[in-house]
């Protein structure tokens, strides 16, 4: 055995416990239960198990005589008086052991093989770095597509959201970034996943290369919902362990909007009133905090590059969670349905897309061809019903000629790969750029608006 699987075997023995304090069931009600006998013993989150029906729960209200629980699942089965037993907090010790498996958000190993926990736990509710000790953001990270290595930058310690709703690619860029994204170590929160898509999502979208330097945390959509939400906060612990030992990480949480559907529960549970559209005040400080863990470290630490999925139904752009991230993050990426149904992906919407890192990790060469792409990609999408419908009249607008010239260019330049970084891609850019020059040539006065009769 090697000496550091000792160390983490002795620790775990160090750690273990048999006696656990006991209370009684004296009412119960949905998915809820009281219990009294312990009283300044059970704390806010902790654990209990119901060993006649075999339930478990967490608590989620205490007072000076009663203590309030939120079971995993309906309450069929408990009966006044059954004995609850309080479980000692799990231990979550992430160390190198675990690149390449999958765990629960309680350390436990999913894939199938033993997995142990390393010598020092750590906390799921750790606070960020200090600000004023924190690093600004780095130099840009090649991310292996050209759309992200030139026109949407990723910089060293950028935090983003991934705004998308189901079925347009999102989860095949997350891992089309897990797997080209420059970075030491990757960490994967899969939040309310589909079971059945966790083994597809390892297997084949990330593939042996991605699993390689990856450590995925997940809780599967029937999971408690304080298990759900716990399953972020386990993975930014992880993401924080390595950060914290000099390296690089990559952390892609998908999505946050399950995490705040199973705050949500949590908090009705609890008592808390529903507000911003049925979702608890407390939802924005959960995710600010969630978020701020992430980004760049101190001086002696590495840093952690982040990417936050949500899901907008009906890209409503100014739902509560989505509103509530772009406050938060460095940028933002848009998914767009009309551009994934026309076959390009990914289906990033560019002209709604923002990256904060801009203009700093680019040199000014690069931001104008940055701002040229932009600019062109802004003009056709303000003019694509009048050319699609054929009431634009060639040489009527300069501008206009020319996002119509390149605009097929650019738009296969935004799924290309970029396997040399990004000097390569600003190249293709470049090349994609240069027929606009050929489309606004000789064309007539620009701005003469004129259409089709």
Not at 85 to 90: D, E, T
Not at 99 to 104: K, L, P, S
Not at 169 to 191: C, F, P
Not at 360 to 372: C, K
Request: net charge neutral; glycine share 12%.
């Amino acid at each position: 055995m090697k000496d550091t699987e000792f160390v983490n075997v002795a620790s775990a023995i160090a750690r273990a416990t048999d006696t656990y304090p006991v209370g009684r069931v004296t009412g119960v009600s949905g998915s809820q239960a009281v219990l009294q006998g312990l009283s300044g013993r059970a704390a806010l989150a902790d654990r209990v198990r119901l060993p006649r029906c075999g339930h478990t729960g967490i608590v989620t209200r205490a007072d000076g005589v009663e203590t309030h629980i939120m079971l995993d699942g309906p309450a069929n089965g408990v009966a006044v008086g059954d004995r609850v037993v309080l479980l000692p907090a799990p231990v979550f010790a992430p160390h190198d052991g675990w690149i390449g498996r999958v765990v629960d958000p309680d350390g436990q190993p999913l894939d199938g093989r033993p997995l142990t926990q390393g010598a020092v736990p750590v906390s799921l509710q750790a606070a960020p770095p200090p600000a004023g000790a924190r690093r600004a953001l780095g130099a840009r990270v090649g991310t292996g597509l050209a759309l992200f290595d030139t026109i949407l930058p990723l910089a060293r310690g950028q935090r983003v959201g991934l705004f998308a709703g189901s079925g347009v690619g999102k989860s095949t860029l997350l891992a089309n970034l897990a797997r080209g994204v420059e970075a030491d170590v990757i960490v994967i929160g899969l939040v309310g996943e589909r079971g059945r898509e966790l083994r597809e999502f390892i297997e084949k979208v990330l593939g042996p290369d991605g699993m390689a330097r990856c450590v995925i945390v997940a809780a599967t959509s029937d999971r408690p919902a304080h298990t759900r939400r716990r399953c972020a906060a386990a993975a930014t612990a992880v993401a924080e362990h390595f950060r914290d030992a000099g390296r690089h990480v990559l952390l892609l949480i998908d999505s946050v909007t399950r995490f705040a559907e199973a705050h949500r529960e949590v908090s009705s549970a609890a008592g808390e009133p529903a507000s911003l559209r049925g979702y608890p005040a407390s939802t924005s400080a959960s995710i600010a905090a969630l978020c701020e863990r992430a980004g760049p470290g101190t001086e002696a630490a590495g840093d952690i590059t982040a990417v936050y999925s949500v899901l907008v139904a009906g890209s409503d752009m100014e739902e509560p969670i989505a509103d509530i991230l772009r406050g938060v993050l460095d940028g933002h990426i848009v998914l767009d349905r009309a551009i994934a149904e026309r076959g390009r992906f990914p289906a990033v919407d560019v002209v709604r897309s923002v990256s904060r890192s801009l203009p700093d990790v680019a040199s000014a060469q690069e931001n104008g061809l940055i701002a040229a792409a932009r600019r062109h990609l802004g003009v056709y999408a303000r003019s694509e019903l009048m050319i699609q419908s054929g009431l634009y009249v060639p040489g009527s607008d300069k501008a206009v000629d020319e996002a119509i010239a390149c605009h097929d260019a650019l738009d296969r330049f935004c799924t290309e790969a970029a396997p040399h970084g990004p000097k390569a891609a600003f190249a293709a850019l470049q090349r994609a750029l240069s027929a606009a020059a050929e489309g606004g040539r000789d064309t007539g006065p620009a701005g003469d608006a004129r259409v089709r009769g």
